[in-house]
Structure formats: structure tokens, C-alpha cells
């Protein structure tokens, strides 16, 4: 199978990259290189070192796949040329800026919707032009549908509607139609906007995609990295480190685990490997043609406060001295609410969780202590600053 991977610079898309091609995949890989600038503009990097974009294009031709400079968003034509002379079967989209906080900075909300949006779409007019048989595959993100007091399905729900009196009957109607999203940030809108934009070109296009609501991965490496050179990049600041990754990297300098307010957020969670797993078998399971398939790609559920323990625990049993600290949140969310998700059709594919999450904790604290020093000279960034309402003040302890 051959698979064009947008955003393969990336912390998920080095790791495709290499799962890929290890598996007899023939991949092409672009990137723009933004992630390393934007993380550096915030300042801060990525505490796993990580090759050199001309280092990193030489072993990606050494474990058989090519990595080329190419800005999806803003690059039709040069997107639309590659998509034309490589010919994918499919289409993995990462080429997109994965962070709410950074969307809410003022003058950053605009630059965030719009690198989402054309980039698909130039992914999407690229294959209705060049490859109109290739499977598009779209990372969304588990956030589109904020939490809802209700169960969420796998991107469609049949909804029943009924109205007692209608004239001099009793009214009631049924429709498969999609689950609410209710975003929480800018970056989650983008999100939401490029389901829409999905689910009518499969409609009006006949395009098969896959849209992938994700939850949130974590871990720092997959087998594949079995040197250092080949490790993805882990962000642990704000703006662009999640929540297990900031903590273990917290606990390794022994700063504070921070949670933010009551730490009863619930979200969807995934180790990076699991994450290279599901995505290979919506790969070898495509969408048909004219299909809006939604996965739900999750391993489990679990609150904020359940994982700073978790890791808290893991890491004093390795000799860390972690603590929890409760610090006021910068966003504006439910810190308590009902959570439940529907995500069973990657299981009906044949996806087996590979590991726990505190199996999988552990494996990260050890190999990010030996990078202590690399996370040390950015503490800085560790406790968050930037609110939703736009103003930048440091959060504190409560």
C-alpha cells in the first residue's frame, strides 16, 4: 500500500512514518517543519532530542520512505503535484496546529483555523483531482463533541424527536443524523469545521475518508525507535504538551505535578503506539467511496486527577519525589461532568490495547530521565499562563 503521510515531521507522524515502513508500507512523508518553529516561539522544545529536519530526511530513506519539505495549507499546487506523481492508496492528514491553548492566544485564533482548514482542503481537491479513488484519513480529535450529558457515539447517533400534539395527533419522527459537537476552544472549531467539510465532499465528491476522533495519546516512543536519532519529538509546555506527557515530565525534575482546578476533567486517552496500531488498521479497513466513516479512537477514559496519581505513583516508585498540585484553570471547562464514549469499531477491526497505562508511564520516566537537563533549562514552561478568556497570567495554587 502506498500512504502519503501530511504533518510527518510531527510526533505522530515520525512515528506513522517509521511504523509504516517497518510494516512494508511505500510512504511519502511531508512537512513544512512549523511544529519545531512554533514550539520554539513559545519557548520552549521538545524534551526527547531530536534529529535535524536534513538528518531526519536521510533516515527516513535509510528505513524506506521519503521525507519532503512541502507546506500543505498554503502549497495546492506543489500538494496536488506530489498527490499526482505518488499515488497513494491513501492519505493520512496531520499537517495541522494540535494545540487549544496556542488558539487561544489573541492573533494566533485565525492562524490556527486557517492552517486547519486549507490544508485539508487542499488534501481533499488534490485527491478529487489526481487520486479519486485514494482513502483520505483525517486525525479530528475527541474534543469536537465537548462532553455532553450524554453518551457519544462514533460520529452518528439516530435521534428520535417527538412532538405530543400536532393539530389533533400525536407527532414523532426519527433520523440518523451527526452527534452535537460542541467545541471548547478555536483549535476544537477548526476541528469540527473540517468534519463538515469531509462529510459533504463524501456526499457531493464520492470521497472515502475516515474521520478519526482521537483522544489524547501519550508515551514517548514506539518499537521502532530503537535508536535515538529515531525518537519523535515529546513537547511538554502549555501550549503543545498534553497532559501524561507534561506530568511525567514534570515529575522527572521534580516540579510539581500541576492539575488544573479540580482535576475531574474526563477525556478519552491512548498510548502512541496503540495510536500506530489503530491507524494501520483503518488503513487495511478503508471507507468506501461517497463514506464519512467517524472512528472513535480511544483505549479508555480516565480524569485528570486519576492520572496525576498515577503517575505521581509510578514515579516515586522509581525514586522521584512527585508530588500533585492543584493550580487555577486557565480554561474554561467542567472540571466535573458525565463522560461516556462509544469506540468499538476499531475493536471490531481487531484492535487489543498493547499495555496499561502505568506500564506504559513508567517506560516514559524512564527514558526521559536521561534527559533531565533538557527539561530542566525549560521549567519555565510548566505552569500555564495563557488563559482562555486571551490574557497571559501565570496560574497559581489553590
Known sequence: MRVLIAGADGYLGWSLLLHLAARGYRVMGIDNGSRRERVRKVGSDSATPIASWEDRTKLALAHGADLLRADVATDPALIASDVDRF???????????????????????????QNNLASTWSIMNAIRKHAPRCHLVKLGTMGEYGTPNLPIPEGYAEMLVVNRRVGSADWSQTDTVPFPRQP?????????????????????????????QQGVVFGCETPEMNEPDLLTRLDFDEYFGTAIN?????????????????????????????????????????????????????????????????????????????????????RQEAEEHFYQVEAEKLRAMGYIPSTTVADEVRRMLITLAKYRDRIEKFRHVLVPQQHWSGEKIPCATT
Not at 198 to 211: E, I, P, Q, S, V
Not at 267 to 274: K, M, V
Request: glycine residues 8%.
Open 246 to 330: 507534561r506530568f511525567c515530565c514534570q515529575s522527572v525534575i521534580g516540579h510539581p505535578i500541576t492539575v488544573y482546578g479540580k482535576g475531574g476533567q474526563t477525556r478519552g486517552f491512548l498510548p502512541l503506539a496503540d495510536s500506530m496500531q489503530c491507524i494501520q488498521l483503518i488503513l487495511e479497513n478503508p471507507a468506501g467511496a461517497g463514506e464519512h466513516r467517524v472512528i472513535n479512537q480511544i483505549e479508555a477514559t480516565y480524569s485528570v486527577r486519576e492520572l496525576a496519581r498515577i503517575v505521581r505513583r509510578e514515579a516515586r516508585n522509581l525514586g522521584m519525589p512527585a508530588e500533585v498540585a492543584h493550580i487555577d484553570n486557565p
Open 87 to 113: 499515488r497513494p492508496d491513501a492519505i493520512v492528514q496531520f499537517a495541522e496546529i494540535p494545540s487549544a491553548p496556542y488558539s487561544m492566544i489573541p492573533g494566533r485564533e485565525w492562524e490556527v483555523q
Open 184 to 212: 471548547g476552544s478555536f483549535y476544537h472549531a477548526s476541528k469540527v469545521h473540517g468534519t463538515i467539510n469531509l462529510a459533504l465532499a463524501a456526499k457531493t465528491w464520492g470521497l472515502a475518508c475516515t474521520d478519526i
